[in-house]
């Protein structure tokens, strides 16, 4: 495929009149179409992590000033991170991220999988099923997380329709219990988020070559053996795609949270997020926010870097 | 009609823009206004303003961000001040008005105030937030009171109970709701409405002196008292009489539970009473408003002020228009009937309000010449955001079983403080 595609862009680039006035603007074309978008990252992302990172450093309140304090602000988070009796806000921030973003992260992946290769086992009426799985992606987080509040919450929802039905015993009272809320707010960003990674998988299992299947039939691959040892592997792609929109999804994830625990009861529902958000915006200690920032970036970074790396070296080789 | 007024505002917004350069023009004859009163009573409780301005041919320039709190709205307000582009003048609460003043953003009106002598007519206390260094630099519009409790009537005549009116007493009253079967206290757990809950416990179980050393002084013995101690064990107590699914409830819904008559009581700041008004329920008919018990004849305050901020000279006029506007004692009173609060300056005739609002009017008027008159912790009136978060932080792990006694609850919350400042 991509070669086809390739090659005849190559044809029309190559015989180029050198020299010209016209040919060193051809030549200078895509940097000049790329130079505005190239600048406004460079400022608005780049230029403001190294403004974050700078702020960091200092002692801004409720507006940035350039007091340098040095590195108290890390210093309080780093107290901050062993403070478990009561658990200090940043504390039950990282372990809810690890506990929410690892369950979102692999149950979408496990999930979407599954529902691909369900779905492409020729079954009648996928032009029917499919959008079903993923129109939950077509709602804002804040309304998904709204509807699954209402959905758990005991008095009115899925407890109370159970009890109603005659099964008085039943009890589901996570999302009102600080202790299990982050498991709700899991349970609905993976109800949104795994048609999304079922459609990934899907594009995936249909690019396949299909004269590769066909030879792992003939050699008697049961059905099972050709998709562990076949397909899931040629998907690797996909997974790393999959794995990279899912890890921003949960880190940066903010309304979804705030929207199923209903603003945090407890300090329970904390994410660095939240954190962040809090703390530089509502309760006017910026340069802590900013410092939490910095360490979200780099535990970011910590995670993303190593795998980038590894999967576009070995593309190159 | 009103086309053609947004016509001239639109051509002199234009002018004033082609002309800033030249000379002096004439001077910009609209008002910009950020402010989150989006929802349909506030929204017409504002154009009452919006109309006493027009009559002086001054135009509006609305800048809504909608958003309960007004979270949203403050970070577009940093966003415009940073950028050297202020309204005229911003809906804002507390500290962050203390901030802006301090960045030296605000403006001053200080001859508006000199003249029509706002400093005999606005509660004293209340000044800390719309004067800085004896200039004034905002307007207050309203004043909010954190220390009421609300009761459905009906559900108080069932179970044969009379206003409390001690701390000891409002527990016997819960006990009767919960041994007749009704919810005794509608609750939103989340930790502003805890925090909100828990001012008032504080005051009445240690007294409104005993309030002040302790949270608008800081005083470190006064938070490690033994009283600090007991009024967090009031509060545990309290939680008793919430129902199972109180956890991250909206306080809307909370006051809806009262209004239906499912529970008996909420403790809320007046802005509940917008609910009730909403629900077409009558004060002292189908609803009760009472101090909370142990709280009489004190206010413990929030209020909404506009910070004017620091335009250019040909900004001033309407931006001094807009601050006597606000202060007049006709929009003083149509608005606060309407929002529910009670007017910022006390020569405001009460006849226009309903019985809880008159009650508030009185308080004030009382509170404030017996110095009773203080700042909500948990609204950011008694301490910065900072401060404020540190407590909503202590009080709902408290109130959430992750802090377990009032022992070490109070060593928390010196420790989170002291973090804070």
């Given at each position: 495929m991509t070669e086809i595609?390739?090659?005849?862009?190559?044809?029309?680039?190559?015989?180029?009149?050198?020299?010209?006035?016209?040919?060193?603007?051809?030549?200078?074309?895509?940097?000049?179409?790329?130079?505005?978008?190239?600048?406004?990252?460079l400022l608005f992302v780049y230029g403001f992590i190294l403004w974050t990172f700078y702020l960091s450093f200092t002692n801004s309140k409720a507006f940035a000033n350039d007091h340098l304090?040095?590195?108290?602000?890390?210093?309080?988070?780093?107290?901050?991170?062993?403070?478990?009796?009561?658990?200090?806000?940043?504390?039950?921030?990282?372990?809810?991220?690890g506990l929410f973003g690892g369950l979102y992260v692999v149950c979408c992946l496990a999930l979407g999988l599954t529902l691909a290769i369900l779905l492409?086992?020729?079954?009648?009426?996928?032009?029917?099923?499919?959008?079903?799985?993923?129109?939950?992606?077509?709602?804002?987080?804040?309304?998904?997380?709204?509807?699954?509040?209402?959905?758990?919450?005991?008095?009115?929802?899925?407890?109370?329709?159970?009890?109603?039905?005659?099964?008085?015993?039943?009890?589901?009272?996570?999302?009102?219990n600080p202790r299990m809320m982050i498991y709700?707010?899991?349970?609905?960003?993976?109800?949104?988020?795994?048609?999304?990674?079922?459609?990934?998988?899907?594009?995936?299992?249909?690019g396949i070559d299909g004269e590769i299947l066909k030879a792992a039939q003939i050699d008697g691959a049961?059905?099972?053996?050709?998709?562990?040892?076949?397909?899931?592997?040629?998907?690797?792609?996909?997974?790393?795609?999959?794995?990279?929109?899912?890890?921003h999804l949960a880190i940066k994830s903010y309304d979804l949270v705030l929207s199923v625990t209903g603003k945090n009861p407890g300090g329970a529902a904390e994410l660095p997020s939240t954190f962040m958000y809090s703390y530089t915006f509502t309760r006017n200690q910026m340069a802590v926010g900013s410092a939490s920032a910095i360490i979200m970036l780099m535990a970011i970074a910590a995670i993303m870097v190593p795998y980038l790396y590894s999967e576009l070296r070995e593309k190159s080789q | 009609m009103k086309f053609r007024?947004?016509?001239?505002?639109?051509?002199?917004?234009?002018?004033?823009?082609?002309?800033?350069?030249?000379?002096?023009?004439?001077?910009?004859?609209?008002?910009?206004?950020?402010?989150?009163?989006?929802?349909?009573?506030?929204?017409?409780?504002?154009?009452?303003?919006?109309?006493?301005?027009?009559?002086?041919?001054?135009?509006?320039?609305?800048?809504?961000?909608?958003?309960?709190?007004?979270?949203?709205?403050?970070?577009?307000?940093?966003?415009?001040?940073?950028?050297?582009?202020?309204p005229t003048a911003s809906q804002i609460l507390g500290y962050f008005a203390v901030d802006y003043a301090e960045a030296g953003k605000l403006g001053d009106i200080t001859s508006l105030a000199t003249k029509e002598n706002w400093a005999k007519v606005v509660p004293t206390a209340l000044q800390k937030f719309t004067t800085t260094n004896g200039k004034w630099d905002a307007v207050p519009v309203n004043i909010h009171s954190v220390n009421w409790v609300w009761i459905n009537k009906a559900v108080l005549e069932k179970i044969g109970g009379t206003e409390p009116k001690t701390f000891d007493e409002f527990i016997a009253l819960l006990d009767k709701a919960k041994a007749a079967g009704v919810i005794p206290l509608a609750l939103g757990g989340q930790p502003w409405q805890e925090a909100t809950m828990f001012d008032s416990v504080v005051a009445s179980t240690g007294g409104i002196e005993f309030y002040k050393k302790a949270f608008v002084d800081l005083d470190e013995s006064a938070l490690k008292s033994d009283t600090m101690k007991k009024s967090f064990d009031n509060l545990a107590k309290l939680k008793a009489y919430t129902d199972p699914n109180f956890a991250g409830r909206d306080w809307n819904l909370a006051t809806a539970m009262v209004i239906k008559g499912d529970a008996l009581v909420q403790v809320m700041g007046d802005w509940a009473k917008g609910e009730f008004k909403a629900a077409n329920k009558e004060a002292g008919k189908d609803f009760l408003c009472y101090?909370?018990?142990?709280?009489?004849?004190?206010?413990?305050?929030?209020?909404?002020?506009?910070?004017?901020?620091?335009?250019?000279?040909?900004?001033?006029?309407?931006?001094?228009?807009?601050?006597?506007?606000?202060?007049?004692?006709?929009?003083?009173?149509?608005?606060?009937?309407?929002?529910?609060?009670?007017?910022?300056?006390?020569?405001?005739?009460?006849?226009?309000?309903?019985?809880?609002?008159?009650?508030?009017?009185?308080?004030?008027?009382?509170?404030?010449?017996?110095?009773?008159?203080?700042?909500?912790?948990?609204?950011?009136?008694?301490?910065?955001?900072?401060?404020?978060?540190?407590?909503?932080?202590?009080?709902?792990?408290?109130?959430?079983?992750?802090?377990?006694?009032?022992?070490s609850a109070v060593t928390e919350l010196v420790k989170a403080i002291n973090a804070a400042k």
């Open positions: 595609t390739v090659a005849p862009l190559a044809d029309v680039t190559m015989p180029r009149p050198r020299g010209s006035v016209r040919g060193r603007l051809q030549d200078a074309l895509p940097k000049l179409v790329l130079a505005p978008s190239f600048a406004a990252i304090v040095g590195l108290s602000n890390y210093q309080k988070l780093w107290t901050w991170t062993f403070e478990t009796d009561p658990p200090s806000g940043w504390y039950t921030a990282i372990i809810n991220m492409d086992q020729k079954i009648r009426g996928e032009g029917f099923l499919r959008p079903i799985y993923l129109y939950p992606l077509a709602l804002s987080f804040i309304v998904t997380g709204t509807a699954w509040k209402l959905f758990l919450d005991p008095g009115i929802g899925l407890e109370k329709a159970v009890h109603d039905l005659g099964w008085t015993s039943f009890s589901f009272d996570w999302v009102v709700c707010v899991a349970i609905a960003g993976i109800w949104a988020s795994s048609g999304f990674v079922m459609a990934l998988f899907l594009a995936g299992l249909r049961s059905g099972f053996m050709m998709y562990r040892r076949i397909i899931i592997p040629i998907m690797r792609p996909v997974f790393f795609s999959a794995l990279i929109i899912l890890t | 007024t947004m016509l001239m505002a639109g051509v002199a917004l234009a002018s004033a823009a082609g002309f800033a350069a030249s000379a002096h023009a004439a001077d910009d004859k609209t008002v910009q206004m950020l402010h989150w009163w989006t929802s349909g009573g506030e929204a017409a409780a504002l154009n009452v303003l919006k109309g006493d301005l027009a009559k002086e041919g001054f135009a509006w320039k609305d800048v809504p961000v909608a958003g309960g709190g007004g979270e949203g709205a403050m970070t577009a307000l940093k966003a415009m001040v940073a950028a050297g582009n202020p101090r909370f018990p142990g709280t009489d004849g004190s206010v413990i305050y929030n209020t909404d002020m506009f910070a004017m901020f620091n335009v250019p000279a040909d900004r001033k006029a309407a931006q001094l228009a807009l601050a006597d506007a606000t202060m007049s004692i006709s929009f003083q009173s149509a608005f606060n009937v309407v929002k529910g609060s009670v007017p910022a300056r006390m020569d405001v005739p009460d006849t226009a309000f309903d019985i809880c609002g008159k009650k508030g009017i009185a308080d004030v008027k009382a509170a404030n010449a017996d110095g009773k008159f203080v700042g909500s912790m948990a609204q950011n009136y008694a301490q910065p955001p900072a401060v404020a978060g540190a407590y909503h932080d202590v009080v709902t792990k408290f109130f959430h079983g992750e802090i377990k006694t009032s022992d």
